[in-house]
């Protein structure tokens, strides 16, 4: 008897073993401000046990030390903040991978321009120190003519002077145009007799036929899409700089906005052979809907390697900076050109436009649409009731920037489940001069964050990168702020508090990609995406939000970025392996406030879909 009493107590503890086993903490983090971001108020917890990169316990640290074991490591925060890693809501990856081989010539506080000649000298001075001969391609980023001393648009006639044998482009800002010189719209064929297509602009001299240089849109995309490429080796190993990009402004996702078949296959690759170390989630194109709709090459919704292929993603209209959104009443200052009574245009006709919304939602797929102005708005909204879908059906479409939006729209919104990804940067970087070309009261509604969420809207809040900088904290800044460059508030009803701006970043992006059960809160079962910071942005005020350093980003239990191990010579990325996802010693992790990529040979720039 004694001796079957033993064998069932034998049994039963090789029954039990493997369940104590399971819940031994790999790693316990504690003594610090831990914000859960569960919830519509801030809470928090005294620590956090993490189990094979997955939330094991958030709770009192207590019950947290009773899941220690020898080789627990225990991560004492010395009273710093952690909070779930930041997720892009939306930009442009690829962008990070072309920004290598390009001038910064974009206005303060982004880059040094100030007017025509201090964009030339960058110009002048990335030509010299990339060695680039006559002949080649000199490209440049952040061209914002609206900031400009002379307020107005650069011409080929001023490249021209400093580059007369050089192919040369000025990236617009929003990423829907450019400026060309003459030997660069040569190239492009572009001339006199060249008719503006529609849905874009061309810019004239004075003679109204003679190309001046600024191509918008549709004119522009072509351009875009045939430049030089750089080879697919060489992008693979910039895999690792671009996602430290994210990584060091605490970024544990992120995303591509619209994604072309040759990028979607490089991407694929990139996760394949182990390179990607972030969550990187991608929106294939509407333009190319036929190559990857059907294709089993291109599985939706399910993450491979880190990558996942999200939805698919409409760009209607352009850039409200830029002029080409499309606005019900014409813009006060007219056309990017000079047009009179102009109101932009659409990408395409909106019966098309209407159409391939429909046909993409009867598949099951989620949809993505580029909305800027107000009439824009208006068909997104129209395309999703034609095809049937109300808030019940859960399909979760994102208007991306849903800037010029009016106070009518937020009731359909709610009615058909549409949830906006707004764009609050603008406040500062454009908010004088959207008052300017739309007028005050129209200006002050411009990403209704606060009206939106007091309908019960989930929102998210976005960098649209590289239009502007990936700073998170720089993002909840003018959330909380509205105000422009010149100091004027625009909208002051529309301000939000730090916790609501937190949510456009943490929560509300991982509800839009429908993953609020894998990411984007402190909580069991999610995963272990942290970022350290050096105190609570949720006690944080307007006058310190931008004050606030990212310590260590952590993905899945594993630090991808720490500010004290850093070390900033690009020799460093030497060292990194992408297989197992770090340095080879942690002390060449790069640092997020020297945003220098390592010196690659990269010819041109890669062709992308044009940011908003």
């Not at 009016?406 to 500062?428: A, I, Q, W």
């Not at 909380?480 to 949510?503: C, F, H, K, P």
């Amino acid at each position: 008897m004694k001796k079957s009493t033993l064998s069932l107590a034998t049994i039963l503890l090789s029954l039990i073993h493997p369940l104590i086993a399971e819940d031994n903490a790999d790693t316990i983090y504690h003594n610090g401000s831990i914000l859960t971001m569960d919830g519509e108020k801030a809470s928090y917890v005294e620590a956090v046990a993490v189990k094979d990169g997955k939330i094991l316990f958030a709770g009192l640290k207590e019950k947290a030390f009773a899941l220690k074991k020898d080789s627990t490591k225990l991560r004492d925060l010395e009273g710093k903040a952690m909070l779930p890693g930041f997720i892009d809501p939306h930009g442009h990856f690829m962008f990070a991978l072309s920004m290598v081989n390009q001038a910064n010539v974009s206005l303060p506080p982004v880059g040094p321009v100030t007017d025509i000649p201090s964009m030339v000298k960058q110009l002048e001075d990335h030509r010299n120190s990339k060695s680039i001969p006559e002949g080649e391609w000199i490209v440049g980023y952040g061209y914002d003519p609206n900031g400009l001393k002379e307020k107005r648009d650069a011409t080929k006639a001023d490249l021209d002077k400093a580059f007369p044998n050089h192919r040369v482009m000025v990236i617009h800002v929003s990423g829907h145009g450019a400026v060309l010189n003459s030997k660069a719209l040569e190239w492009a064929k572009i001339s006199s007799t060249t008719q503006t297509p529609p849905g874009g602009v061309i810019a004239r001299m004075a003679d109204g036929n003679e190309p001046a240089g600024l191509l918008m849109e549709t004119a522009y995309l072509p351009v875009l899409e045939n430049l030089p490429q750089p080879s697919e080796r060489e992008l693979l190993e910039l895999m690792g700089p671009a996602q430290m990009l994210y990584a060091q402004e605490g970024y544990t996702h992120a995303q591509e906005g619209f994604t072309h078949i040759k990028d979607m296959n490089f991407l694929q690759k990139a996760a394949a052979e182990g390179r990607i170390f972030l969550d990187i989630i991608s929106l294939p194109g509407f333009t190319e809907a036929p190559k990857f709709m059907g294709n089993n090459k291109y599985v939706f919704g399910k993450y491979e390697n880190n990558f996942k292929f999200q939805g698919v993603k409409f760009t209607q209209d352009g850039s409200p900076q830029g002029k080409t959104a499309h606005v019900t009443t014409p813009f006060l200052t007219g056309g990017p050109a000079g047009e009179k009574n102009w109101v932009g245009e659409t990408t395409q006709p909106k019966e098309d436009f209407q159409k391939q919304v429909k046909a993409i939602l009867d598949t099951g797929l989620q949809v993505f649409i580029h909305a800027n102005g107000d009439a824009t708005i208006d068909q997104s909204i129209e395309a999703i009731e034609k095809s049937g879908i109300t808030a019940k059906d859960d399909r979760r479409t994102v208007v991306i920037h849903s800037q010029f939006q009016r106070p009518d729209h937020l009731p359909k919104y709610v009615e058909l489940g549409m949830t906006p990804s707004y764009f609050t940067n603008h406040t500062f970087f454009w908010g004088d001069v959207h008052i300017e070309n739309i007028g005050r009261e129209k200006a002050n509604f411009i990403s209704p964050v606060k009206s939106a969420s007091a309908k019960g809207i989930i929102y998210s809040n976005h960098t649209d990168f590289n239009v502007t900088p990936l700073d998170p904290f720089f993002v909840m800044w003018s959330a909380m702020a509205r105000t422009s460059r010149t100091g004027v508030v625009v909208g002051e009803n529309e301000r939000i508090d730090a916790y609501t701006a937190l949510q456009g970043i943490t929560t509300g992006p991982a509800w839009q990609i429908f993953e609020e059960d894998r990411k984007g809160r402190i909580k069991k079962g999610l995963l272990a995406d942290f970022v350290i910071l050096s105190t609570d942005p949720a006690k944080a005020t307007t006058a310190t939000m931008r004050d606030i350093q990212v310590l260590e980003t952590i993905k899945e239990d594993k630090v991808v970025f720490s500010q004290s191990k850093h070390k900033s010579t690009a020799s460093h990325w030497d060292k990194y392996d992408p297989l197992l996802h770090t340095f080879s010693n942690a002390k060449d992790c790069p640092c997020r406030h020297h945003q220098q990529l390592p010196e690659k040979t990269v010819q041109g720039n890669n062709a992308i879909m044009a940011a908003e």
